[in-house]
């Protein structure tokens, strides 16, 4: 990612178009707060309160300030959030990110997933600076991975205990795509 001041696109896909995340958009994180995984994996609050999913907004607006990345929601067509997708300084290794997606239970197996990664990506590699974006799943996780794959990451091998996820070391198959 380039050193100049991070500025957050408004980018369009097929289907999808990765936007700021507002106000507005509090009932798709609380209904996300309610999934068996997604609190889990991500900062998303496990809560049923509108002030911890409003909170949860603001961070993604923080990571602009802080330098640590770009944080998008996912909308559908009529500009309703359904999920987040976000591409993140590794820290210690500056010609990297990683990034990380999730779509809400209620809009899943719709191609929003795919189309959100593959409008990612298609800005990130033009990133100045940027040679890799790295990304991790838990093998079980066959939705997620499919959906790296279809978007063109390259599944490079399985990296043993590599994040605690809810206390527990867990195994992720670590996938990247390579910039031009």
């Known amino acids: ?22 106000r507005s958009d509090i009932d798709v994180v609380l209904e996300a707060s309610q ?41 559908d067509r009529d500009d309703n959030a359904v999920g987040h997708i976000g ?30 990664l593959t ?6 590699v033009t990133r100045e600076n940027l040679d890799r974006i790295e990304l991790y799943v838990e093998p079980w996780s066959e939705g997620s991975w499919r959906v790296a794959e279809q978007a063109g990451y390259i599944r490079e091998g399985l990296l043993r205990r590599w994040k605690r996820v809810d206390g527990e070391a867990r195994d992720m198959y670590m996938y990247s795509r390579l910039t031009l």
């Open 87 to 116: 591409l993140f300084r590794v820290p210690g290794a500056h010609t990297r990110a990683s990034v990380g997606y999730w779509i809400v239970g209620t809009h899943r197996r719709r191609g929003y997933a795919k189309d959100a």
């Open 35 to 75: 999934d068996p995984f997604i609190p889990l994996a991500t900062s998303v609050p496990k809560t049923r309160s509108s002030t911890e999913a409003r909170e949860f907004i603001e961070r993604q607006h923080s990571r602009l300030r802080d330098r640590s990345g770009y944080a998008f929601a996912v909308a």
């Open 119 to 124: 409008t990612l990506t298609s800005w990130a």
């Open 1 to 22: 990612m380039p050193s100049d001041v991070l500025a957050l696109p408004t980018l369009t896909g097929e289907q999808v178009t990765l936007r700021s995340w507002r």
